[in-house]
Every structure is written in structure tokens, then in C-alpha cells.
């Protein structure tokens, strides 16, 4: 398997060096270039703002060389695998990899409750009503963030800013001037700040939309004027994936292949997890094979499991059973398998493109 990921220059690592910088334990790498910088100016403030979707090729498509967001970005990097808001997030959030903290994708198989969740909903797949069970296993993965290790120790100040939850925003504006009054508090201080555009608008405009280009236009524009007035601080801006145009499999078209599996599919609809019925898995590969063997790779459990396809670490307890028997890898298709027409979008990620995988991290100093 050849793994596109750098777990040497990818989000966790991003993490890694905010972890130094704020004198807590990391695990992994951290980027040079962002620890001499932290070092060398001592920022009073750190603030990563992440724009879901906003992969490298989206942005270098959309702005020209001059504008704000291009002529700051230090380099591209890579995201985690899968290249998802689940996985990607929670390693930005708490500096470790996917096989880690153990958020493999918007829906993982949870073995002690023998159901597939949808992990940031609290839902069992395809159901609306939180799942119970799921809350009480919850903290087999990693929930504690960064933002919670700072506060706890008591030296510095951390803060999350999100469109949902106890400190939410409504809007970009919004977000930025929930900012702007965390950094007007004493001490050395981190914030986290997550926007759930471009991506929101392009699962359902497509990446290439006049309406997603004007999202990130717009957040460019605002950017640049925000960080002018801002002193004493280090901005990072980051993605958590790119996206791709796609077109979808619906799976029950396909009852060879449904009949075949022992539960509903996971991970992501570009990375998707099969558990196979006792005795099933040689004609289940040679039927998947002939179904999608042109738009993706099918992997076994074991091809993974001996990958760095999720990162370097200690394994999740959740991690191996969530895996299923198979993962299905759109390493270069824009196609999709989904569950349910209920989850068709006209652009995706998680899959292996570059327009995927690749992110931007994009340096604004203002200390």
C-alpha cells in the first residue's frame, strides 16, 4: 500500500508543535518551521483557524498568486487519513493520529455496542435519536483537546470557537469577533476556531460552484482586514481536506454486494469499511472487483493494519474492529458508495486524491 499521508508533516504534527509551544507533552514530529517561528517571537496569542474544505488546489484554483491567503501560505501539507472533518479535526484538536484517538470517519463500527455510529451526531447510523449506548463508550476514544490539557494546567488560557456547541458563533463575523475578545483577555492564550465552510456549500453546490468561490473570496477578504489590526499574535491557517466532484453507487442497486456483508458499510463514502459474512470474502472480492474495481482499491484488514494508512501510535481500542474485513480506497475516481440516497452530494473527499489530501498552512505573523 502506498501511503500519500506524511505523518511527518501532516495536521497531527501542526498539533504537535501548538503542544510544545503551550509546554504540554506531544507524541510526534512538529514542524520545524512553525517551532522556530513560535520561539523566536513569543506571541502572546496562537490562533489555528481551520475552513473545512478548504484544501490546497480549491484555494490555489480560486485566488490569484497575490491575494491574502496564497502569498502567506508557508507550504501545503498533508491531512490524516481518511481526509475527513471527523478524523482530521480531532487530530488538529488533540495533536495525535487517526489510529489514536480512534475518529475514523463520519460513521464507525463500535464493537462493544455491535453498532455503526455516526460519531459527532451520537447517533447510530441512519437513525435520529442520540444512541445511549454509544455515550457510554464514548470515552474509549480520545476526547481530551488541547484547548481542555492548557486549562487544566493552569499556566496558559485555551479556547474552542465553533458554529455549535457552548461557545457558538453565528456567521463569519460572528466567529471573528468571538476572536478578536478571547485576545483581548490578559496572558498567553490559544484558540482554536473552526468554520464549517466552504465545505458546508460544496457537498452541495460541487467544489467548483460560483457560490463556494465566493465563500472563499469572502473569508480571504475578511482575514486580511482581521489580521491587520491584530498585534502580538501568530495565525495559522489550515484545512482539514480539499474536495472533489463525484458521482455516487448506490449500494442496494447492487444486492450481490449487500448480501453479502454482515452490517451497513462505515468510514466514508471514498473510504468505505465492508464487514463480509463467514465464508463470503474470496467471491466478495471478486465481485466487488468486477462492480468498482475500476474506481477503487480494496484493501484487507491486515494490509491496513501493517500500513501507516492512519498514522504512527498506539491503536485505539475501537480501532481494529472498526476496520471491518476491507477498505475500499477512491485513490483516483470521483466516485462514491453510499448507503442511502439520503447521503449523495455532488462533492466529496476522504478519498486519495490530491485535491483531497493536500492542505494549505498559511502563516500570518502579527507578533
Do not use: Q
Amino acid at each position: 500500500m502506498n501511503v500519500k499521508n506524511n505523518y511527518d508533516e501532516c495536521l497531527t504534527n501542526l498539533a504537535c508543535s501548538v503542544r510544545k509551544y503551550f509546554e504540554l507533552p506531544y507524541k510526534h514530529k512538529t514542524l520545524k518551521y512553525i517551532d522556530e517561528l513560535l520561539e523566536s517571537k513569543e506571541p502572546e496569542n496562537v490562533v489555528v483557524l481551520l475552513f473545512d474544505g478548504l484544501g490546497s488546489k480549491i484555494l490555489d484554483r480560486t485566488l490569484e498568486p497575490g491575494d491574502f491567503f496564497r502569498r502567506n501560505k508557508l507550504k501545503d501539507i498533508t491531512t490524516v487519513f481518511p481526509a475527513t472533518t471527523t478524523a482530521a479535526t480531532t487530530s488538529v484538536r488533540t495533536g495525535t493520529n487517526p489510529i489514536e484517538h480512534g475518529w475514523l470517519g463520519w460513521d464507525m463500527y463500535i464493537e462493544p455496542i455491535d453498532k455503526t455510529i455516526t460519531l459527532f451526531l451520537n447517533r447510530e447510523k441512519g437513525k435520529k435519536s442520540v444512541c445511549e449506548d454509544f455515550l457510554g463508550v464514548r470515552n474509549m476514544l480520545i476526547t481530551k483537546t488541547i484547548t481542555d490539557e492548557i486549562n487544566e494546567s493552569g499556566k496558559y488560557t485555551g479556547t474552542e470557537i465553533m458554529p455549535f456547541g457552548e461557545n457558538s458563533y453565528s456567521g463569519l463575523d460572528d466567529m471573528l469577533g468571538k476572536i478578536e475578545c478571547e485576545l483581548k483577555k490578559p496572558g498567553k492564550k490559544y484558540i482554536y476556531a473552526y468554520d464549517d465552510e466552504p465545505d458546508k456549500t460544496m457537498h452541495v453546490k460541487r467544489s467548483d460552484s460560483p457560490e463556494a468561490a465566493r465563500l472563499i473570496k469572502e473569508r480571504n477578504k475578511k482575514l486580511e482586514e482581521f489580521c491587520s489590526r491584530i498585534e502580538n499574535t501568530v495565525f495559522i491557517v489550515v484545512a482539514d481536506h480539499g474536495h472533489i466532484n463525484v458521482k455516487n453507487y448506490l449500494l442496494i442497486d447492487y444486492p450481490e454486494i449487500l448480501n453479502m456483508l454482515e452490517r451497513t458499510t462505515s468510514i466514508e463514502p471514498r473510504a468505505v469499511s465492508f464487514k463480509v459474512k463467514d465464508g463470503l470474502s474470496e467471491k466478495f472480492e471478486e465481485k466487488f472487483d468486477e462492480l468498482f474495481g475500476r474506481d477503487f482499491t480494496l484493501y484487507t484488514k491486515s494490509e491496513v493494519e501493517k500500513s501507516r494508512l492512519f498514522g504512527d501510535g498506539e491503536p485505539n481500542p475501537l480501532f481494529s474492529a472498526a476496520l471491518g474485513d476491507y477498505i475500499a480506497i477512491a485513490e483516483s475516481s470521483d466516485k462514491c458508495i453510499i448507503a442511502s440516497p439520503s447521503s449523495a452530494y455532488l462533492s466529496h473527499h476522504a478519498g486519495y486524491t490530491d485535491d483531497e489530501i493536500y492542505v494549505p498552512l498559511i502563516v500570518i505573523d502579527r507578533a
